[in-house]
Structure formats: C-alpha cells, structure tokens
T-cell receptor, first 115, second 117 residues
C-alpha cells in the first residue's frame, strides 16, 4: 500500500524566516497531495493541495511543490508568524482495493515559530 | 459555525463498557469518515461511508462498529476496547462528486478523546 514519509518531525524557526517540510510517497499512482494544519487542541484543516498535473501551487505565504519523478512534495511557508505554529500533515491520495480514493497521511511536523 | 460536530468530546471507559461516539455534519456532504489519531503516529483511516454505504474498512477490529443512518450522521460503537485503543477519534466529511472517486477536501470535527482504562 501507500507509504508517506514526512520530515522533519519537529521544526523551530525564527519569526520571519522560512520553513520547509518534505514528504515522500511510494505509490506512483497517487495523484492528489493535500496539506493539513492542526493547531493545538484543534481540528486538522486543509491549507493547500496540489494535483499531479501541476508542479507548484502558491497561496500567499504558502506554497507546495511536487516532483512526480522523485515522488516527493514539499510545503514552503515564507515570512513565518507565531500563528503558523502548529502540526502540519501531508497526505497522498491513492486508489484503494475497493475502488475509492483514500488519503494516507504522514506522521506530522510540529512547527514552532519563535517570536 | 463548526460544520462537523462530534460528541462526546471526552470519554473514559472501562474495557467491558459499551459506548458510542457521534458525529453530525451540517455541510450537505455525502461522504463521512472515521480517523484515529494517536501520539506520534499518522492519522489512520478506519471507515469510509459514501452516500450512507460503507466503502472502506481498513482492517479495523470488530470491537469498533460504525453506523451511518443517513448522510448527515455517523456513529462509532465501542465494545470491549483495549487500553491501546485510547486515542483521539476524528470524524470528517467531504463532498464526493457522483461518478468520481475523488475524495475532496476533508472537513474534520474537533474529535472525541477516548481513554480506555
């Protein structure tokens, strides 16, 4: 089945610096890659996603890049702010044996932005 | 406006108890999911319901029994759980386009924190 590896598990950056979180996936058939943000005690929420027919997508300070050949994708946060502190999960969507798509999540990266 | 509501938020139960977790979505979605979130582990998909029909059961032990009476409500019935089942159980919903397999954005509830003694 699909396996998603996420690194690093923890990341501390100074406010204003950039943060990069990387994920690799194993199933070349995966074609949808969302990123979810989970603040402490809160629910995970989608912040950005990318489909396999696109190499890069940007939304204000957040960008995601995808390298299908290498089977890895990354989340980039620029000009980090304290409110960016949270756990970030990457995921890859694969088609299951039942014929539907399901997400396989990485273990998460705890990002701390130091004021 | 929360969209997806889960109750109870916290539950403590003994290994011989029977309890249920409830999820309700007010977003008009047609797919609902149960995920298990344990410390330092990925979010684990447990069950998927599309249009009230269960389409995925990711080798979940029978002590977890889902029920989806309609597209807005999802239950997880718990019976004879083990301490290792202690975790945050997250419900999610999405709008799945008929005729496609695309999951769509998941909208999560706040979760039910389960402790099994």
């Amino acid at each position: 089945g699909e396996n998603v590896e996420q690194h690093p598990s923890t990341l501390s950056v100074q406010e204003g610096d950039s943060a990069v979180i990387k994920c690799t996936y194993s199933d070349s058939a995966s074609n949808y890659f969302p990123w979810y943000k989970q603040e402490l005690g809160k629910r995970p929420q989608l912040i950005i996603d990318i489909r396999s027919n696109v190499g890069e997508k940007k939304d204000q300070r957040i960008a995601v890049t995808l390298n299908k050949t290498a089977k890895h994708f990354s989340l980039h946060i620029t000009e980090t702010q304290p409110e960016d502190s949270a756990v970030y999960f990457c995921a890859a969507s694969k088609r299951s044996g039942a014929g539907s798509y399901q997400l396989t999540f990485g273990k998460g990266t705890k990002l701390s932005v130091i004021p | 406006e929360t969209g997806v509501t889960q109750t109870p938020r916290h539950l403590v139960m003994g290994m011989t108890n029977k309890k249920s977790l409830k999820c309700e979505q007010h977003l008009g979605h047609n797919a609902m999911y149960w995920y298990k979130q344990s410390a330092k582990k990925p979010l684990e998909l447990m069950f998927v319901y599309n249009f009230k029909e269960q389409t995925e059961n990711n080798s979940v032990p029978s002590r977890f029994s889902p029920e989806c009476p309609n597209s807005s409500h999802l239950f997880l019935h718990l019976h004879t759980l083990q301490p290792e089942d202690s975790a945050l159980y997250l419900c999610a919903s999405s709008r799945r386009e008929p005729g496609t397999a695309f999951t769509g954005e998941l909208f999560f509830g706040e979760g039910s924190r389960l402790t099994v003694l």
